[in-house]
């Protein structure tokens, strides 16, 4: 597998050195400074290209080129924002970016409700609070239709959950929640939030769905044709958050969206951790059925709540079982090596971290300190290299 990491541009605390010391032989950016819609030139890709490689590095994956809101949409400005979209990425695979990871979430990026979730070893974690987000969709936002989007108990809970809450509480919930998270596509008020929110008001997931594969037509051919694999990112988390369609959840999600448009180029992004937050997930087995269409992966781990909650655990603890999971990664390279491929290495990053010792007292990406990711990086590289032993000896 490439070990890979996140690197948010020059703006990023974390530097490409850093990266380097973890022991990363691939970057995994975009251009995020340039995140309306206009074309990603030839220039800017060969800019950040070469600040990578000064790095002694390679661009293993570009995340993301922003997907717009009127291509999910599909509304009168979706041509235009299409096509730009395709030049952006026929100019990635000409300048010799392998990989490009996108997704398809409406409105809202990855949500976390606690950027600073205590762990038992005096970290902090990433936490997905889901009586927290009700109180907020339902009694602070105040969306319309949010109480009955939820079970009575649930919203019971919340109401009582907002009531001990400060005024600090509630805005620092609510800047978690929408005003954008470490390359996200847009940051939000909670005024500008709602007309976002309304504008999918008529938009069902089988609409929805159904835009998604239209917007796989016209990609695909130019992703095929400039040696690009794309790699679409579910949903984080995959499940609804404020009434909207989300239709990268679950295993019939990817089935759909493969056959849909039945070629090598169009696979996906295997975000262990996301997948993992959705009850009935089972993440090894995803795997093992999408094998060969997993372009890039995110190693990282969850442990769930029984109500749709969940903490980013260790990159060893948690739901994921990650040995077996490294274990279908490394066989499904395997196979690739023999049959000659030229992607048989996947792309990987430790995704997320918890924030570790002095990176406590720094200022940097939530989920992407750098201490926890390199321990996270180490740490799967350990079960790399145990993985391929035992499939040494027992061959």
């Not at 990363?24 to 990603?40: C, E, F, K, P, S």
């Not at 907020?136 to 919203?155: C, M």
């Not at 938009?203 to 400039?226: G, H, Q, T, Y």
Request: glycine share 8%.
């Amino acid at each position: 597998m490439l070990e890979s990491w996140r690197w948010f541009g020059p703006e990023d605390p974390v530097k490409l050195s850093h990266a380097r010391q973890a022991g990363a032989h691939g970057i995994v950016t975009a251009l995020h400074h340039i995140y309306d819609g206009r074309v990603w030139t030839p220039d800017d890709v060969a800019e950040r290209m070469a600040l990578v490689r000064k790095a002694g590095m390679v661009w293993s994956v570009c995340e993301s080129i922003p997907v717009n809101s009127a291509i999910k949409l599909r509304n009168e400005k979706w041509r235009s924002y299409v096509d730009a979209w395709k030049e952006s990425l026929a100019n990635l695979g000409k300048g010799g970016v392998p990989v490009v990871c996108y997704n398809f979430m409406p409105v809202v990026d990855w949500t976390r409700t606690n950027l600073l979730y205590p762990t038992e070893a005096g970290g902090f974690a990433l936490r997905f609070d889901m009586i927290d987000f009700v109180a907020y969709d339902a009694f602070v936002l105040k969306r319309k239709g949010a109480e009955g989007s939820y079970a009575p108990d649930v919203i019971e809970a919340a109401r009582k959950r907002l009531a001990g809450m400060s005024e600090s509480d509630v805005l620092t919930l609510e800047k978690n929640i929408i005003a954008g998270l470490p390359g996200g596509e847009d940051s939000h008020t909670r005024e500008t939030i709602r007309g976002h929110i309304a504008a999918f008001d008529d938009v069902s997931d089988e609409d929805m769905r159904a835009n998604l594969v239209e917007f796989l037509r016209e990609v695909v051919p130019v992703a095929a044709e400039n040696n690009v694999r794309l790699a679409i990112h579910p949903d984080d988390p995959p499940f609804s958050l404020f009434g909207l369609p989300r239709v990268v959840s679950k295993v019939e999600d990817v089935e759909t969206l493969l056959a849909a448009v039945d070629h090598e180029a169009n696979g996906i992004t295997l975000c262990a951790g996301s997948y993992a937050s959705r009850h009935g997930n089972d993440v090894v087995a995803m795997a093992s059925r999408f094998a060969s269409r997993i372009h890039f992966a995110h190693l990282r781990n969850v442990s769930k709540e029984a109500d749709g909650s969940f903490v980013e655990s260790e990159h060893l603890g948690g739901d994921v079982n990650m040995v077996s999971l490294i274990s279908v990664l490394r066989k499904e390279e395997r196979r690739r090596a023999a049959e000659g491929r030229a992607d048989h290495v996947i792309p990987m990053r430790p995704d997320h971290g918890h924030l570790l010792i002095d990176d406590q007292e720094k200022k940097v990406n939530p989920g992407y300190s750098c201490i926890g990711r390199l321990k996270g990086l180490a740490e799967l590289r350990g079960v790399i290299a145990a993985v391929d032993q035992f499939s040494t000896e027992a061959a």
